[in-house]
Nanobody
Framework: QVQLVESGGGLVQAGGSLRLSCVAS????????MGWYRQAPGKQRELVAF???????NYADFVEGRFAISRDDAKKTVFLQMNSLKSEDTAVYYC??????????????WGQGTQVTVSS
């Protein structure tokens, strides 16, 4: 019903920047909350940042002002601008979104993930 596709991951040196994008597609009438999560090898998936439909944002403590989440509802896209990257930011980053379909159904789901590797 809804597909989420992330892009923008890659290999970057410590101190560098990356911008992740996640595009939703399907029979979507509107998007609700959207978020970015990450999972490093051997660790649990954790919240990085979240943005509500009203564009209120929430960040994990480890972000420390380095990341910014934003959204473009017309394009059904959520972004994560990551600056001052550290080696400990290395992980697979996943997009999560809640969508309201044209039939009124609310669905939520995950993207396939995009790898972010920060070299020290």
């Amino acid at each position: 019903q809804v597909q989420l596709v992330e892009s923008g991951g890659g290999l970057v040196q410590a101190g560098g920047s990356l911008r992740l994008s996640c595009v939703a597609s399907g029979s979507i009438w509107s998007m609700n909350g959207m978020g970015w999560y990450r999972q490093a090898p051997g660790k649990q998936r954790e919240l990085v940042a979240f943005i509500t439909s009203a564009s209120s944002t929430n960040y994990a403590d480890f972000v420390e002002g380095r990341f910014a989440i934003s959204r473009d509802d017309a394009k059904k896209t959520v972004f994560l601008q990551m600056n001052s990257l550290k080696s400990e930011d290395t992980a697979v980053y996943y997009c999560h979104a809640e969508s309201i379909l044209y039939d009124g159904t609310m669905v939520s789901g995950w993207g396939q993930g995009t790898q972010v590797t920060v070299s020290s």
